[in-house]
């Protein structure tokens, strides 16, 4: 007799739904086991990648339930962000009720599976009972100063027609969604003030045993901590000082230009005064795209225009050529350089295209003596101070500190610790996401919403159309009174990226029905951390 899956296998599902079998409590005197998978996003139907992921994570969560652990095995959706308007659009529905058919559609389809969750637990991120507190959670970083807002050059897709994260900008420069190639805008936007922990984040990754050293070796790179110095060098004949940040104050003689970033704020300041305006702005407006930018600061091309004006060296009193180039990202550092070509591979490759001199003030410790008329690569390594003042003859690694002692005391700038990190770019112009709880009012500003008016829901009467956030066009829902005052105020129509909704999930899921916060302390204690993560 053949198998009958369907029926045998329906009849035990219902039988695990009806008896709450998978259904688990807090238990003080039992092991208790986390086992979270990542969750979907309701795209329209699981495929075999779920399936994979969820097998093994099913599996290993019966097997601790059968060793009479307390198993935490939840499921829910990741359900806001970009598809669900783009497929709006395409087929002509809303994304309120093309997630929420998914989500029901998927959570059929993982209950066929048989897999053992506590669907009691289940969330969507896409519910006002769930971005509550994803809003919830935004005032409490706006009181403590950190979100904040702020204009900044962002990446931006034209054909989504909203901001990305730098992690969103892959391959070169294209959206993480539709590949379109990514451009730089100035706007004004919301930030999460992440740099705070940055060097937390990093002294943190000790704490973590067990973890493969690569991936850990990736996140150190990516904090990317840096010890040097912060300088500057006045602009000659103007009232401006130029901001500089390295860790190579050793070759602070070695400096033969000043380069910034097509989007460093002194661009245009510098333009004005330049010969050169209309060829500067013409260079910055070719320069500007993300791809062309990453590619050259990793070795592409790169390109540069000399704006005519000179910058002053500190400790030398030399001028040298202020340059704009394509390979220095203002999201690094200061978003300018000094260009020491003799000892940096980049500003050397820079200088022998655009005819800059090389001035070498650290030779090989073998002897050899550089000639930067000759030289074909930069000297990286350490080696012999030269063309230095007092400092000639110094072993570079002994000069590095003396020189920052008698930078920093001759008032010339001041030690650091730079991070690659930035802070957390989270709005985004589009409306399938969690409304961010901010009024503007012309008398009292960016005035946050009070808790007891969350959640501020999405609109649900609303057009969807290509690369136009529906919220700026919802006059009825934008008005709103100003708490502060009670004048006219209007709605932050930015939405939060979808990446702040999912930043906390697993919290929720261990008390999903409380009304009271984003969870309650006594869940959270018993069942964090979690044990297994599979995604």
């Known amino acids: 007799m053949a198998y009958d899956f369907l029926s045998i296998e329906k009849k035990w599902q219902q039988r695990w739904e009806s008896e709450g079998t998978f259904n688990v409590e807090r238990d003080p005197g039992s092991e208790k086991f986390y086992c979270l998978e990542m969750f979907p996003y309701p795209s329209g139907a699981l495929h075999m990648g779920h399936l994979r992921n969820y097998s093994i994570g099913d599996m290993l969560a019966r097997f601790l339930m059968m060793e009479g652990k307390q198993v935490l095995h939840p499921m829910g959706y990741d359900a806001f962000g970009l598809p669900a308007e783009n497929a709006a659009i395409k087929y002509g529905t809303h994304p309120h009720k093309w ?64 901001v990305l994260a730098n992690e969103q900008v892959i391959n070169d420069g294209h959206c993480w969604r539709c590949a379109t190639p990514v451009v730089k805008k100035n706007l004004v936007q919301w930030f999460l003030r992440i740099t705070d922990y940055a060097q937390e984040l990093l002294d943190s990754l000790d704490d973590l045993p067990g973890w493969p050293e690569r991936v850990k070796l990736m996140q150190r790179n990516w904090i990317g901590r840096s010890e040097g110095v912060r300088l500057r060098f006045a602009l000659y004949g103007a009232s401006l000082e130029i901001e500089t940040f390295t860790t190579r104050i050793d070759t602070i003689f070695g400096v033969t230009f000043l380069a910034l970033s097509p989007e460093h704020p002194a661009v245009s300041f510098i333009a004005d005064r330049s010969p050169k305006k209309d060829e500067i702005e013409e260079f910055v407006a070719s320069s500007i795209t993300q791809t062309e930018r ?35 990202l203002m999201e690094y550092g200061t978003g300018a350089i000094m260009g020491v070509p003799a000892h940096d591979q980049r500003d050397f490759d820079f200088a022998r295209k655009y ?63 730079n991070f690659r990190l930035r802070d957390w770019l989270i709005s985004r112009q589009r409306y399938w996401g969690a409304p961010i709880p901010i009024i503007y009012c012309d008398k009292c500003g960016a005035v946050p919403v009070p808790e007891s008016d969350l959640p501020v829901e999405l609109p649900l009467d609303i057009e969807m159309k290509t690369g136009v956030n529906p919220l700026a066009g919802a006059d009825e829902w934008k008005r709103a009174p100003c708490p502060k005052c009670g004048g006219p105020g209007v709605r932050e129509t930015d939405t ?38 599979i995604g």
């Not at 959570?107 to 509550?132: A, F, I």
């Not at 919290?507 to 009271?516: C, D, G, Q, V």
């Open 355 to 417: 005819s800059i001199p090389v001035i070498p003030v650290i030779n090989p410790p073998t002897g050899e003596i550089l000639d930067g008329r000759t030289m074909d690569v930069a000297f990286e390594e350490d080696g012999i101070q030269c063309n230095s003042g007092k400092f000639d003859g110094m072993p570079s690694s002994e000069a590095l500190p003396a020189m920052t002692e008698w930078f920093v005391s001759s008032g010339w700038g001041e030690r650091e610790v």
């Open 99 to 162: 997630t929420w058919d998914n989500i029901e559609h998927m959570t059929d389809q993982l209950k066929r599976m048989g897999c053992s969750y506590d669907w009691r637990r289940r969330v969507e991120t896409c519910n006002p009972n769930y971005y509550h507190w994803t809003q919830w959670l935004f005032l409490q970083f706006h009181k403590k100063g950190l979100a904040y807002r702020k204009t900044a050059p962002v990446n931006w897709c034209e054909s989504c027609g909203t």
């Open 294 to 328: 990453e590619q050259a600061a990793a070795g592409g091309e790169k390109r540069g225009i000399d704006t005519g004006l000179f910058a002053v060296n500190p400790v030398n009193g030399e001028k040298v050529p202020v340059w704009i180039a394509n390979y220095i």
């Open 496 to 533: 939060m990226d979808t990446f702040i909704c999912s930043s906390w999930y697993f919290l929720r899921f261990a008390s999903p029905w409380t009304e009271s916060g984003p969870f309650e302390t006594e869940d959270t204690d018993y069942w964090m951390a979690v044990d297994q993560y």
